[in-house]
């Protein structure tokens, strides 16, 4: 019997419990709140909320720009002017839209790039863009 060759049956099993371990794990590290696929979606998300906040930071900066530069293009910060040039800054966003908040001295602006809803908020004295509505 000592001259055959092959393998036992233990290290069979043994074989298959590591890769089940190591299956298990891969499993785990990809799905879940803290896995590989998680992770991608929040990245592509603040992605896109990046994305808006630089395209209304452009249409901000071309109004200022315009009223320096005493252009017959739209010279004033408001939501009609936002409006009208921001389809030229970007065609990626959708459904742009500058609404009246209930604070008066903020715009909120909403579009959607992909399928992600963006929103940022103007300050509508300075044109500053921000991520959040200030408490």
């Keep these: 019997m000592k001259d055959q060759k092959g393998i036992t049956l233990i290290a069979l ?10 299956a298990g794990v891969s499993i785990a590290m990809l799905t879940g709140d803290n896995g590989i696929l998680t992770k991608a979606g929040d990245a592509g998300t603040k992605s896109a ?4 906040e630089e395209s209304v930071k452009l249409v901000i900066a071309e109004i200022v720009l315009n009223d320096k530069t005493g ?65």
């Design 49 to 52: 909320q990046a994305e808006f």
């Design 71 to 135: 252009s017959d293009a739209p010279k004033d910060i408001n939501d009609t002017n936002m409006k009208a040039l921001m389809p030229k800054i970007d065609d990626n966003i959708k459904n742009f839209a500058v609404v009246e908040d209930t604070d008066t001295t903020y715009w909120k602006a909403t579009g959607k790039i992909g399928n992600t809803e963006c929103t940022c908020y103007v300050e509508k004295a300075t044109g500053k863009t921000l991520a959040k509505k200030p408490e």
């Design 13 to 22: 099993v043994i074989t298959i419990i590591v890769l089940l371990i190591l």
